[in-house]
């Protein structure tokens, strides 16, 4: 089992930065893939970025090739996603996910955190 916990999100304008956290609970961390999904308002939950465990090979939606980075600290049980040049679209609620499959895990899921992208 477990646990997911995202941080980091907020209003910025558009063209800013934001980096959001998810801190997992567990020993075994970096056995799971990892992802960050998106919700928008009245849309489906999106799969934005992947992490492979071990490894670490990454996997972007097209949307946000380029201008978001997912990592992961093996160390610290946390993955990241650095978000650069957001625009209004990227607008939504961004959910952390783990699990076996690769790049989009969904066995576990964070309670999300709201990243709101001002024009």
């Known amino acids: 089992q477990v646990q997911l916990v995202e941080s980091g999100g907020g209003l910025v304008q558009a063209g800013g930065s934001l980096r959001l956290s998810c801190a997992a609970s567990g020993r075994t961390f970096s056995s799971y893939n990892m992802a960050w999904f998106r919700q928008a308002p009245g849309k489906e939950r999106a799969f934005v970025a992947g992490i492979k465990r071990y490894v670490g090979t990454t996997y972007y939606a097209d949307s946000v090739k380029g201008r978001f980075t997912i990592s992961r600290d093996n160390a610290k049980n946390t993955v990241y996603l650095q978000m650069n040049s957001l625009k209004p679209e990227d607008t939504a609620v961004y959910y952390c996910?783990?699990?076996?499959?690769?790049?989009?895990?969904?066995?576990?899921w964070g309670q999300g955190t709201q990243v709101t992208v001002s024009s």
């Open positions: 996910a783990a699990g076996q499959n690769y790049p989009s895990p969904n066995d576990y």
